[in-house]
């Protein structure tokens, strides 16, 4: 039997990946945070030297990246790094090294194991169209670029956080038109993926909305 998958895509903080956590804690499935996995990779091989730019060497750091989700946590080498991997620098580092064939294949089959019974809800740029193309549900979940800045400064500044909005946003602008723009696994709306705009929603609505297409999935 075909373990059911709802893949939720969408661009830099869109809730994307809170609304994809409350949906698999509803349905009882796993979770996976594909963005952290490339997040980890950025980290490590900034921890390490390695630069971004080195193709070669960042996948062999992503075929072997030593890393755990466990219990809410996301351990590197043993070390809890859920707020490390959350800043904007590492945020930058995983799209610059999400553009490159070689690491993207590096995590490709990481991320498929994570396919287990009951379910998954996974939530990334690239779930419904290259990882999970078989997916029982794809969602592309967006927001405006203004909503979305004003989304990660406020989050940023609960945490006691520095934080500039017009950085934010001019950040938030560069990475949409690179993850757009690359050439293995862009951004886009896959044209079977239903899209769920958040600008003017609330978290609780959202994931209402993907409870309910997948209900009418399965």
Known sequence: MTIAVITIDGPSASGKGT????????LGFAYL????????????????????A????????ARTLPAVFCDGEILLDGENVADAIRSEEVGMGAS?????????AALLERQRAYRVAPGLVTDGRDMGSVVFPDATLKIFLTASADVRAGRRYKQLISKEDSANLPR????????????????????????????????????????AAVLGWYGQSV
């Open 33 to 52: 945070d594909s963005g952290a996995l490339y997040r980890l990779t950025a980290l490590h091989a900034r921890r390490h030297g390695v630069s971004w």
């Open 96 to 104: 610059v090294i999400a553009a490159l064939p070689q690491v993207r």
């Open 168 to 207: 934010i946003l001019q950040d938030i602008t560069e990475r949409d038109a690179r993850d757009a723009a690359r050439s293995v696994a862009p951004l886009r709306q896959e044209p079977d993926a239903r899209l769920l705009d958040t600008s003017e929603m609330s978290v609780d609505l959202a994931v």
């Open 54 to 61: 080195d193709e070669a060497a960042v996948a062999t750091l």
């Open 19 to 26: 609304v994809a956590a409350l949906v698999a804690e509803k």
